[in-house]
Nanobody, 125 residues
Framework: QVQLVESGGGLVQAGGSLRLSCAASGGTFSNYIMAWFRQAPGKEREFVAGIMRSGGTTSVADSVKGRFTIFRDNAKNTVYLQMINLAPEDTAVYYC??????????????????WGQGTQVTVSS
């Protein structure tokens, strides 16, 4: 059983930056493919970015490509989401998720086994 705790959300002006962190405990962190999802009010939860176990391969949604970067530190059991040039449409609750799968970064929320409680990101115009 893996516990995930996100942090780093907050209120930022358009064009600003934030770094989200997700600390994992209760399992072997490097055994999991990790991802960030987000959910805006009235919308479905959507994939933002994912990273393979070693950190060597990442996948990023087209809507954030070039602005968001996912990376992980397996020694610290933490995955990060660096966000730059934020826009009001990035406003959402951001969730960290862990997948016990092996072969690819999956983009469907149903594929993920563990979830954090979420952290709010609000971007003002």
């Amino acid at each position: 059983q893996v516990q995930l705790v996100e942090s780093g959300g907050g209120l930022v002006q358009a064009g600003g930056s934030l770094r989200l962190s997700c600390a994992a405990s209760g399992g072997t962190f490097s055994n999991y493919i990790m991802a960030w999802f987000r959910q805006a009010p009235g919308k479905e939860r959507e994939f933002v970015a994912g990273i393979m176990r070693s950190g060597g391969t990442t996948s990023v949604a087209d809507s954030v490509k070039g602005r968001f970067t996912i990376f992980r530190d397996n020694a610290k059991n933490t995955v990060y989401l660096q966000m730059i040039n934020l826009a009001p449409e990035d406003t959402a609750v951001y969730y960290c998720a862990a997948d016990r799968g092996w072969f690819q970064i999956r983009r469907q929320r149903v594929e993920y086994d563990y979830w954090g409680q979420g952290t709010q990101v609000t971007v003002s115009s």
